[in-house]
């Protein structure tokens, strides 16, 4: 069974903190890089952050460079994302992702929201 299953979304002021999580089944977790991206009212769903299988090689969008953390325990199957310094800017749904051959694998997403 394939699955990507997040938590860890709410509300949240600016200025605030958030860990998501998303635990993967071991087919498509193992060896492979994982990805977060997130899709904002009306707008299109974009990258995030992804790191490499072995959880050494990180990449971040701009926007959120030096802010979130993206990190995976591979022994759990679990990629996290801690947001940091959170901004009304980012509230959207917050999805998980992976790519395994030719095939791309999603989340149902959870949904980050900030605002005072």
């Known amino acids: 069974q394939v699955y990507l299953e997040e938590s860890g979304g709410g509300s949240v002021q600016p200025g605030g903190s958030l860990r998501l999580s998303c635990v993967v089944s071991t087919s498509i977790f193992s060896g492979n890089a994982m990805d977060w991206y997130r899709q904002a009212p009306g707008k299109q769903r974009e990258l995030v952050a992804d790191?490499?299988?072995?959880?050494?090689?990180?990449s971040y969008t701009d926007s959120v460079k030096g802010r979130f953390t993206i990190s995976r325990d591979n022994a759990k199957n679990t990629v996290y994302l801690q947001m940091n310094s959170l901004k009304p800017e980012d509230t959207g749904v917050y999805y998980c992702?992976?790519?395994?051959?030719?095939?791309?694998?999603w989340g149902k997403g959870t949904l980050v929201t900030v605002s005072s």
């Open positions: 790191i490499s299988s072995g959880g050494g090689i990180t």
């Open positions: 992702h992976t790519r395994k051959w030719t095939m791309d694998y």
